[in-house]
């Protein structure tokens, strides 16, 4: 469908609101949900289903299709998706399963690294970390699979602050404000500095992801590796990044 069908759909919506027209919107519209829960799917990892993550995003896209103003300026698809991801998340924040031993060894880990950078002046290796932490690689390896599902407390400010998505011109237009080019550019330069910290293939993996806006699954076929090893690597490399980011951290786990 092109946007000449799409805004005619629109406007024959927002007339007669049947529910026949609001099925063929939600069927349009339904491939930004898989959009959305592929992005989070690669914090989550195999803790929760990616199926089960689509579910949850139907459910934001059909408030969102109620509750959208075509008379403001802002695009569907901007304003769906963070319905779409608030819906995932306020779901997977209902169902509390973030165990109190993984939030423990997030702590311990993001100590280890610290205390490790302090004394050598640079980033931590994954084999310092195990020898500080007194576990065997292969348990940090599997401590920080576990720590995919603490990234989702940073992942939506949206969520967090229980607000709504604005629908103002200010904010989303079709056209980036200067302060959010500027922002991009800040954001892009600190993250390039960050690379150093990573090893070769944590690094690809970060620029697959956030430059070349790959999936998982395309990613994990460039490097031929599985893609729950592709999920590890990025997890790596945002625990690594995480210090060099600062504040940043949120924007990049937002995008």
Known sequence: MNE????????????????????????????????VAGRLSMYLGQNVEYDDLVSYGIFGLIDAIDKFDLDKTVKFETYASLRIRGSILDQIRKMDWIPRTVRKRQKQIDAAMKEIEARNGKAATD????????????????????????????????????????????????FETPEKVVEKSELKDILEKSLNNLSEKECKVIQLYYYEELTLKEISKI???????ISQLHTRA???MKKSMGTYMDILVNR
């Open 238 to 240: 945002l625990q690594k």
């Open 223 to 229: 490097l031929e590796v599985s893609e729950s090893r």
């Open 127 to 174: 084999e310092e970390v195990a020898i500080q932490l007194g576990i065997p690689m292969d348990e940090l390896l599997n401590w920080q699979s576990q720590l995919k599902i603490t990234h989702i407390i940073s992942l939506n400010e949206f969520v967090e602050q229980g607000s709504e998505p604005v629908m103002d011109s200010t904010y989303n237009t079709h």
């Open 4 to 35: 000449t069908e799409k805004r005619k759909l629109w406007n024959d919506y927002s007339k007669y609101r049947t529910p026949e027209l609001r099925e063929k919107i939600i069927l349009e519209y339904a491939p930004l949900v898989k959009i």
